[in-house]
């Protein structure tokens, strides 16, 4: 009995000293992705909107940065 009482008890601070290391912590990978200046330029004409620059998921499925841009509407 005394033997089962010690494997539990030394199985309890195991979990609890890895419950608080780095490792367990850790943040995980993840990229982040910032966002690109972009400078608006002056109006190309009458009904253009500007199109801020965003993110957009390619056909290969990757992130890609899509500039800002006017737009005709």
């Known amino acids: 009995m005394k033997a089962v009482k ?7 601070t195991l979990f609890l000293f890895s419950a608080f290391s780095s490792e367990a912590n850790a943040w995980p990978w993840v990229r982040v992705y910032t966002g690109v200046p972009v400078v608006k330029t002056v109006k190309p004409g ?4 500007w199109v801020a620059g965003h993110w957009k998921i390619n056909k290969h499925g990757k992130k890609v940065w899509v500039p800002g841009h006017w737009k005709k509407v």
């Open 6 to 12: 010690t494997l539990i008890l030394t199985v309890i």
């Open 46 to 49: 009458y009904k253009y909107v």
